[in-house]
């Protein structure tokens, strides 16, 4: 039996569902995991049957402090190869900073930062004892851009905290046969904005600057099985965040407020 697997955070929609759909369609063995188990246990049984590949799940909660070492010690329990890390959970919050409790604040940088950071160190390990992993970290075009005005202050800054924290891994791992890619897109269409109370501002956004999420799993993937650094979706993407990196952030922020569905009034 093949015990090499690919652990995906946040597997139950979006992005990440569908990134566990293009792994599986490439053989590879799945581990799920995310809060929903019943939503976990339909997907499971959809992958093995549709790929013909061995997919189980874990059901845990990242903005719980314990929950990487909850998912780490079911695949070693199980004696599960993880040979490829997908860390795609994350959200955003849809209210002002000062009206955000702090308690609320750290979660968020649990899911989308430090969980990150605990996954990947506890599997690294084994990674380094083969010589050979991928890692996957789902940043946003939001890394690139301004920290925004209004909802979600934290959202940026975080993504581009582990958009660093990838680079990282590449200094001090590549040569060791392990490499990690930041996969930034821009806007997707996924449960992410209604999940989050931002669909309203999602729709303002207009249909050109869109991306399905299946497309941009499938680039993801063969991205990060190329081992490279970063992937943003589309020339338009690639464009925005080459802006973002030579103009000034007063300029970005006045295109960004016409653009992005006034995310930055």
Same mark, same amino acid.
């Given at each position: 039996?093949?015990?090499?697997?690919?652990?995906?955070t946040?597997? %139950?929609?979006g992005?990440?569902l569908? !990134?566990? &759909?293009e792994l599986?369609? @490439?053989?590879?063995? #799945? /581990?799920? %995991?995310?809060r929903?188990?019943?939503?976990? @246990?339909? /997907?499971?049984?959809?992958?093995?049957?549709?790929f013909? #590949?061995?997919?189980?799940?874990?059901?845990?909660?990242?903005?719980?402090?314990?929950?990487?070492?909850?998912?780490y010690?079911f695949?070693?329990? @199980?004696?599960?190869?993880?040979? !490829?890390?997908?860390?795609?959970?994350?959200?955003? #919050?849809? &209210?002002?900073?000062?009206?955000?409790?702090?308690?609320?604040?750290? @979660?968020?940088?649990?899911?989308?930062?430090?969980?990150?950071?605990?996954?990947? &160190?506890?599997?690294?390990?084994?990674?380094?004892?083969?010589?050979y992993?991928?890692?996957?970290?789902?940043?946003s075009l939001?890394?690139f851009?301004p920290?925004?005005?209004g909802?979600?202050?934290?959202?940026?800054?975080? $993504?581009?905290?582990?958009?660093?924290?990838?680079?990282a891994?590449?200094?001090?791992?590549?040569? $060791?046969? #392990?490499?990690?890619?930041?996969?930034?897109?821009?806007?997707?269409?996924t449960?992410?904005?209604t999940?989050?109370?931002m669909?309203?501002?999602?729709d303002?956004v207009?249909?050109?600057?869109?991306?399905?999420?299946?497309?941009?799993?499938v680039?993801a993937?063969?991205?990060m099985?190329?081992? $490279?650094?970063?992937?943003?979706?589309?020339?338009?993407?690639k464009?925005?965040?080459?802006?973002c990196?030579?103009?000034?952030a007063?300029?970005?922020?006045?295109?960004?407020?016409?653009?992005a569905?006034?995310r930055?009034e």
């Amino acid at each position: 039996m093949n015990k090499s697997y690919a652990l995906v955070t946040g597997a %139950t929609a979006g992005i990440g569902l569908d !990134i566990a &759909k293009e792994l599986a369609k @490439k053989g590879h063995n #799945i /581990i799920l %995991t995310a809060r929903r188990e019943n939503r976990l @246990k339909d /997907i499971s049984a959809q992958l093995t049957d549709d790929f013909d #590949i061995q997919c189980d799940y874990v059901a845990a909660d990242l903005s719980d402090i314990n929950a990487p070492e909850t998912i780490y010690r079911f695949c070693s329990d @199980k004696q599960y190869s993880v040979e !490829i890390l997908v860390n795609n959970a994350g959200y955003s #919050i849809n &209210k002002k900073f000062h009206e955000t409790p702090e308690e609320e604040e750290e @979660k968020f940088l649990r899911v989308l930062g430090t969980s990150v950071i605990a996954l990947t &160190k506890k599997f690294i390990p084994a990674m380094l004892e083969q010589q050979y992993g991928k890692i996957m970290i789902v940043s946003s075009l939001a890394s690139f851009a301004p920290p925004s005005s209004g909802w979600g202050a934290l959202y940026g800054p975080v $993504k581009t905290f582990v958009n660093r924290f990838g680079d990282a891994i590449n200094i001090n791992y590549r040569s $060791k046969g #392990i490499t990690s890619t930041n996969v930034c897109p821009g806007f997707t269409v996924t449960e992410f904005h209604t999940a989050s109370g931002m669909q309203d501002a999602m729709d303002k956004v207009p249909a050109f600057m869109k991306k399905d999420s299946q497309s941009v799993a499938v680039g993801a993937v063969n991205a990060m099985m190329q081992g $490279k650094s970063v992937w943003v979706p589309g020339l338009l993407n690639k464009f925005l965040a080459f802006i973002c990196n030579v103009l000034p952030a007063s300029l970005v922020i006045r295109m960004s407020s016409n653009l992005a569905g006034g995310r930055y009034e």
